[in-house]
């Protein structure tokens, strides 16, 4: 395979990204017009919000199964146009019925997606799309646009760009570690092994998900801004996402990845600290920008971490192993935070609700030193980059 046609085959795959960080954030940022249009209660909503995570889990296995027969780039051209029309008929659904049967598809094809994209990783890409998402968001809450008129323009767009780009997908390249002449055993980890950052996966998971699902409605619902205010928490959010992993990267080559791990999740806990007990919606975006730059680091070191780990136990096939069996605990945050602040919150308060993920992420310090001499991606030169980017967002963190 040329240089060229894998450069390509690199640029619509972050393209997709892209296009996936869009679409995302035009929805979760704009919960609290979803729920108004089709008059979602309260009580209702967490199990809308968690039937997302639990169908694309599905999705996600089921994809798994479908390419050992058909190529991944298959899956994915189709997946990706699904969830953008699956977007579309979010905004322009006539009841409860329909936009139930819209976040079901939207759910199956965004797993389709994260398996399909194989763990290949373009952080940068994926925040990009969630800064232009949130930003077109803001645009269409500013302006008043009914949820149809906001999404079609996006989907009309992204839409043909996506199966055009889709012809430049390249199915198969051996990570960098196959090439490097790792050859292991191909035995898999020791569950035991990997717990610690199976729990750090899932309680960063159920931080990212509280601010994907309930910033906007905690700004309106809470802190009583406008309804375009509160599309700005999830854009300041990935901004400062993006921003944090490569302040990350700086500090895990100086400090080491457990340093910085522990830096990242009291950075997150004093953000949903401020986000609980915010005055005002100056204080609450203060919190999100906080939460932005503690959360982003901790999944990528993570992934990395397993990822080295399972190297040195199996080599390549131990690594993937390894980062597969860690990429389930992300749809077990997801399954968990997704309704987890909805339930707390109507059941007692939301601000109450915000407590929940902050001390979650603070029993992350306690995990911290289970990423001593675990520093880089996978560390000795044993790099797997397309480890490093799984789950929602292929997503998200």
Known sequence: M?????????????????????????????IPAIQ????ISDALLPAFLAAVPVLAGVGSVVTERVVRRVAPSLVLRWAQP????????VGVGQG???VALALAVFGLA???????MNMLGFHAAYSLGGIAGASLAWLGAHGGWALGVSYAP????????????????VDAAAGPAVEAGGKGNGRGVAFAVLLPFCLVMSFAYIGDSTVSNWSAKYLQDVLGSSEQTATVPYNVYMVMTLLGRTLGDLGVRRFGAAAVVRAGAVLAAAGFALVAGAPGVAAGMAGFTLLGLGLCVLVPQTFAAAGRIGFEKGGPAGSDAAVARL?????????VGSPLVGVIGDAWSYRGAMLV??????????????????????????????AADVGRDGHRL
């Open 96 to 98: 409860m019925i329909q």
């Open 36 to 39: 108004d249009r089709y008059g």
């Open 327 to 335: 990429n389930v605990f992300n749809y077990v945050g997801f399954l």
């Open 82 to 89: 699904v969830v953008l029309l699956a977007l579309l008929a």
């Open 357 to 386: 993920p902050m001390v979650l992420v603070l029993v992350t310090v306690g995990y911290a030193r289970s990423f001593e001499g675990t520093g880089g991606r996978y560390g000795d030169g044993h790099e797997r980059a397309r």
């Open 154 to 169: 996006v989907v009309g767009v992204l839409l043909p760009l996506a199966l055009v780009g889709s012809r430049w997908y």
């Open 2 to 30: 040329t240089d060229t046609r894998m450069r390509q085959g690199r640029a619509a795959l972050a393209f997709s990204f892209l296009v996936q960080g869009v679409a995302f954030a035009l929805l979760v940022t704009r």
């Open 110 to 116: 965004v797993g389709a997606l994260d398996a399909s």
